[in-house]
C-alpha cells in the first residue's frame, strides 16, 4: 500500500539522486577497497536510510512493503555493498525485533538501528543447515534467568559489522524440527562471540560475509525475542518473506542499470560506419530486456 504518492515521490527521487550522483561514481573505490566510504555512511544515516521500515515511534520512516520495493528499485541500481549495509537494518536485521518483539526490546534496539548507530544482522544459516532451516543445530539452553548459547552460524551478512544478531537457536533439543527454535537478540560484543574470515566472494566488494561462532555464550532471559519459546523459526519465516520481495525488488534494480549501460554502450559503440543501436538485432535484444524488467517490476509490485 502506498500512504502518500507525493511523500513517496519525493522519498524516491532523493535516493535517485544520491544514488546517481554520490554512490555509482564511488563504485570502483568501494570495489578496490572492499568497504563503504565513512562519509557515504554519514550521509546514509543524515537520509534516515538505515530507518526505511522501521516504525515511526522508533525513530524510522515506516515504509511499507510497497514503498519498500518502489524504493530498493533505486538501490540496486548501484553497487550491492551499499544496499546491503542498510539492507539488514530495514530488514532481515530489525523484523524479527518489528514483528515479534516485545515493547522493551523494540524500545532498547529500534532506535538505534533506525539510526544507523549500530547494524543488525541475522544468524540462521549454518553449515549443514541452508534451505532446511528447521534442522540448525546451534542450542541455547536454559539456565536459570540466562540461556547458554551454541554453535555456528555461517555466510551471515554484516556480521564484521553487526552490533545486534538475531539468532536462531534451539531451546528444545528434543524437538528436532521447528517447534523446537527460538529467537534471541544478542548483542555482537557478548562474550563467547566470535567471527570467522571474511568470506572472499565474487562481485561482491564491500558487502561482507563470515562465520559467527557461539561458544558457551551467556544472554539473559529477557534476549528471548518475544519472551516466548519455539516461535523463532515462524519469526524467522515472517522475516524472510518480506526480505524476499526485497531481494527481488533490487534485483530488478540491478537488471535497470544492466539495460542502460548496455543501451548507451550501443549508441556509442560503431561499427560499419555506425551506431550498434541501429542494427535491429541489437534493438530486439534491448527491447526484450526492456520487457522482461518490465513483466519482473510488474511481479515484485
Known amino acids: 500500500m502506498i500512504r502518500d504518492k507525493d511523500v513517496l515521490n519525493q522519498i524516491t527521487d532523493t535516493i535517485r539522486q544520491f544514488v546517481n550522483n554520490q554512490l555509482i561514481p564511488m563504485e570502483h573505490w568501494v570495489a578496490e577497497n572492499d568497504r563503504l566510504p565513512d562519509d557515504i555512511i554519514s ?44 539492507g539488514t537494518n530495514n530488514g532481515i536485521g530489525s523484523s524479527g525485533l518489528v514483528i515479534d518483539g516485545t515493547e522493551a526490546q523494540k524500545q532498547k534496539y529500534l532506535p538505534r ?70 529467537a534471541f537478540i544478542v548483542e555482537s560484543d557478548t562474550p563467547g562471540i566470535t567471527l570467522g574470515k571474511i568470506d572472499k566472494k565474487m562481485g561482491q566488494k564491500g ?21 516466548v519459546e519455539g516461535v523463532g523459526f515462524k519469526t524467522a519465516m515472517k522475516v524472510l518473506d518480506k526480505g524476499r520481495l526485497h531481494i527481488a525488488a533490487a534485483s530488478t534494480g540491478a537488471a535497470t542499470r544492466m539495460l542502460d549501460d548496455a543501451l548507451h554502450y550501443a549508441v556509442e559503440r560503431k561499427q560499419f560506419g555506425q551506431p550498434i543501436a541501429n542494427f535491429q538485432l541489437i534493438q530486439a535484444m534491448l527491447a526484450d530486456s526492456k520487457a522482461e524488467i518490465y513483466a519482473a517490476k510488474s511481479m515484485v509490485l
Not at 555466510?155 to 517447534?179: C, H, L, W
Not at 558487502?207 to 519472551?227: S, Y
Request: proline letters at 4%; a negative charge.
Open 43 to 86: 550521509q546514509m544515516r543524515e537520509l534516515g536510510l538505515f530507518g526505511l521500515t522501521i516504525p515511526e515511534e522508533y525513530g524510522g520512516l515506516g515504509v511499507t512493503m510497497e514503498e519498500e520495493v518502489t524504493l530498493a528499485f533505486e538501490l540496486g541500481r548501484t553497487s550491492p555493498a551499499f544496499r546491503s549495509l542498510i
Open 113 to 182: 538501528l533506525a539510526s544507523g548507530e549500530i547494524i543488525g544482522s541475522f544468524c540462521l544459516t549454518e553449515p549443514d543447515s541452508g534451505s532446511d532451516a528447521a534442522s540448525l543445530k546451534t542450542t541455547a539452553i536454559k539456565d536459570g534467568d540466562t540461556y547458554i548459547i551454541n554453535g555456528t552460524k555461517r555466510y551471515i551478512t554484516n556480521a564484521p559489522e553487526a552490533g545486534v544478531f538475531t539468532v536462531m537457536a534451539r531451546t528444545d533439543p528434543q524437538n528436532k524440527r521447528s517447534g523446537g527454535i527460538s
Open 207 to 227: 558487502a561482507h560475509t563470515c562465520d559467527v561462532i557461539f561458544d558457551n555464550c551467556v544472554v539473559p532471559a529477557d534476549a528471548l525475542i518475544g519472551g
